[in-house]
């Protein structure tokens, strides 16, 4: 088996991990060559579907919506012509569902069927790490990652002199 791998130019980390996934896939027999691109025309063959395989990141989040965007059949995003009627059902018992039964159902049906049938790849799943300035009373909630709090962010008082 032999492919070649799409990689935008001057992302030295993707380039990194091209390379050490192509070292695991020659160990067992794969050949993979990398075809590194500018920017542009990453975008654009991906666009035109002039590739065989691409190196890309996801931030996927903890909901459907991206997903949905990249993964469900109809869907203007879905450049990599995933087709999956089961998968689009599944989103579609999503959408649609009116109860909080009903959306653990399906979106338990999404998850299992990505398992099954998955719509790409997976090597890694980055994690995130937020600094924020000590100037700021930053509220946070167990779970919920920092940033979706912003607007109850507000200025600590400044140190007031004393004599």
Known sequence: LHFTCLIPENFALWERIGLM???????VGV???LETVSF??????IGAGDYEAVLNEFVIGNNTTRPFTFWYSQSRR???GYRN??????FDRIRHASTDSEYRAAFRTFQLEGLDNPPAVFLAIGE????????FQVVSRPGVDVFQTIAEWRLTEPARATN
């Not at 542009?40 to 063959?45: G, L, M, P, V």
């Not at 009627?85 to 599944?90: I, V």
């Not at 995130?128 to 100037?135: G, I, P």
């Open 128 to 135: 995130v790490s937020r600094a924020v300035s000590k100037r």
């Open 85 to 90: 009627p089961a998968m689009d059902a599944a």
């Open 40 to 45: 542009d025309e990453f975008n654009r063959r």
């Open 21 to 27: 996934v192509q070292r695991d896939f020659a160990e």
């Open 78 to 80: 879905n450049l990599w």
């Open 31 to 33: 050949d993979m060559r």
